[in-house]
């Protein structure tokens, strides 16, 4: 024999009921997105040849853009 379950829902979800956000644009250079990044990595306790490896190929990020960029610099970019 099946089991019904019954609910008792209190209310309905509509789109009043749910919260808006605002998105905060913050303006960081690619530098700087990327030490918070290393902030990140290095708190989660990464190897230091990977913590070496990920600078090395930052590096070779920033030689292709040639330089730093911002983030509106770099949503901007096109593709090759």
């Known amino acids: 024999m099946p089991i019904n379950r019954i609910t008792n ?14 998105s905060v644009e913050q303006k960081f ?3 700087e997105m990327f030490e918070q990044y290393m ?8 190897a230091e040849p ?8 930052f590096r070779y990020l920033t030689d292709f853009f040639d330089g730093d960029l911002s983030n509106e610099d770099l949503s901007k970019k096109q593709p090759l």
């Open 9 to 22: 829902r209190k209310g309905s979800r509509s789109i009043s009921n749910l919260k808006c956000t605002k």
């Open 29 to 31: 250079t690619l530098n």
């Open 39 to 46: 902030n990140y990595k290095l708190t989660e306790g990464l």
């Open 50 to 57: 990977t913590i070496l490896i990920y600078y090395e190929n």
